[in-house]
Nanobody, 121 residues
């Protein structure tokens, strides 16, 4: 049984920093892309950032230069460092990973339970 367990998040003032992390557990053959999505109040879920096993990253335009995604392949963990936070960054942040749990090259999509990030004074 594959699980993605998130930690971090919370309340921070505008301009502040926060980090979230997500660890995958279970029987894992390999992990492809890992990423973070978010869903703000009354909004659709949107992509924040992704990172592949080799380290290449992509970011939504709205977070470029402020957020940094990274991963530790040995720990099956992905991180998101969020700096210069704005009220519009308020959302539930979801971890996502494409994982091969049983056989090589047979990948499935998995989601974490979500963690709340609130940016407010």
């Amino acid at each position: 049984q594959i699980q993605l367990v998130e930690s971090g998040g919370g309340l921070v003032q505008p301009g502040g920093s926060l980090s979230v992390s997500c660890s995958a557990s279970g029987t894992i053959i390999s992990i492809g892309v890992m990423g973070w999505y978010r869903q703000g109040p009354g909004k659709q879920r949107e992509l924040v950032a992704t990172v592949i096993s080799g380290g290449s990253t992509t970011y939504a335009d709205s977070v470029k230069g402020r957020f940094t995604i990274s991963r530790d392949n040995a720990k099956n963990t992905v991180y998101l460092q969020m700096n210069s936070l704005k009220p519009e960054d308020t959302a539930v942040y979801y971890c996502n990973a494409v994982i091969a749990p049983n056989q090589p090259f047979q990948y499935y999509n998995y989601w974490g339970q979500g963690t709340q990030v609130t940016v407010s004074s």
